[in-house]
T-cell receptor, first 114, second 112 residues
Framework: EAGVAQSPRYKIIEKRQSVAFWCNPI?????LYWYQQILGQGPKLLIQ????????DSQLPKDRFSAERLKGVDSTLKIQPAKLEDSAVYLC????????????FGPGTRLLVL | GDSVTQMEGPVTLSEEAFLTINCTYT??????LFWYVQYPGEGLQLLLK?????DKGSNKGFEATYRKETTSFHLEKGSVQVSDSAVYFC???????????FGTGTRLTVIP
């Protein structure tokens, strides 16, 4: 069974530029999560989708971050414009359902904002 | 609020030593508890989990027991190997809620 796929693996941009990350979850997984992991910290949830609907985006900085999952499968997370403090690893995870089920994580995208 | 407090690292052990990584939690509901591991250059992987009090999760020689009375979920292994070198994250999931709350991670280095 293929795992969660993410691209790109690494990205370096200058502040005020825009960037987009892509995630393809495990086949059949209805729930998709985006986490931000700043160096030295644990992952923090940004947004959760159930199929193509948003379940929780309370921690997403909506003035600059956006995410979509139009067909209920793969998802895109965008930052526009980027700030220095956005430098982090962006993790995508998926689960079959929700409510405490095991989440499976992708390898992450490491973003450096200069 | 819901949170996890994890033992700070880094931890360096010799091969075959005993490992304990402490994790305590605060939760308003009935949490499930998880340990995730992140090997160098790889994504987070579920190591073990427990869904109710007194449950013991185990995998690859690692164990953790869900202790409601001490609100703890300490990770243990009797004899570590070099291949166990990784970052370990304790996490909490609330029944009926959606996301996981992670600790800050503990980096373990095992030397031959």
């Amino acid at each position: 069974e293929a795992g969660v796929a993410q691209s790109p693996r690494y990205k370096i941009i200058e502040k005020r530029q825009s960037v987009a990350f892509w995630c393809n979850p495990i086949s059949g997984h209805a729930t998709l999560y985006w986490y931000q992991q700043i160096l030295g910290q644990g992952p923090k949830l940004l947004i959760q989708f159930q199929n193509n609907g948003v379940v929780d985006d309370s921690q997403l900085p909506k003035d600059r971050f956006s995410a979509e999952r139009l067909k209920g499968v793969d998802s895109t997370l965008k930052i526009q414009p980027a700030k220095l403090e956005d430098s982090a690893v962006y993790l995508c995870a998926s689960s079959f359902g929700q409510a405490g089920e095991t989440q499976y994580f992708g390898p992450g995208t490491r973003l450096l904002v200069l | 609020g819901d949170s996890v407090t994890q033992m700070e690292g880094p931890v360096t052990l010799s091969e075959e030593a005993f490992l304990t990584i402490n994790c305590t939690y605060t939760a308003t509901g009935y949490p499930s508890l998880f340990w995730y591991v992140q090997y160098p250059g790889e994504g987070l992987q579920l190591l073990l989990k427990a869904t109710k009090a007194d449950d013991k999760g185990s995998n690859k020689g690692f164990e953790a027991t869900y202790r409601k009375e001490t609100t703890s979920f300490h990770l243990e292994k009797g004899s570590v190997q070099v291949s166990d070198s990784a970052v370990y994250f304790c996490a909490l999931g609330i029944t009926g809620a959606n996301n996981l709350f992670f600790g800050t991670g503990t980096r373990l280095t095992v030397i031959p």
